[in-house]
């Protein structure tokens, strides 16, 4: 026998049902923290340094993944072989 149950409500209630710990203060205090900390520390740092660094990262991180996905083709495609 199968039995489907669907049920409506809300993330909150769901882990008061399930007997999860509420984290919303605790997420609430910690994006505090994080606003506080960027606040702080963008007078320091000058915005486009900041996109410049961002965004070099992206840009060496879709290079990698493209080698990646490279090798991955080729092996697939028979380019790498494995001993026997």
């Not at 669907?6 to 203060?25: H, K, S, Y």
């Not at 702080?40 to 840009?59: D, L, Y």
């Not at 493209?66 to 090798?71: D, E, G, R």
């Amino acid at each position: 026998m199968k039995v489907t149950v669907d049920v409506e409500c809300t993330p909150q209630e769901a882990r008061a049902f399930l007997g999860l710990p509420d984290v919303e203060p605790l997420n609430s205090f910690m994006i505090d923290a994080m606003k506080s900390r960027m606040e702080q520390n963008i007078h320091s740092m000058q915005p486009e340094e900041i996109m410049k660094t961002w965004s070099s990262f992206g840009v060496q991180a879709q290079d990698q993944f493209l080698k990646l996905m490279q090798t991955a083709a080729s092996a697939g495609m028979g380019g790498f072989k494995t001993p026997k």
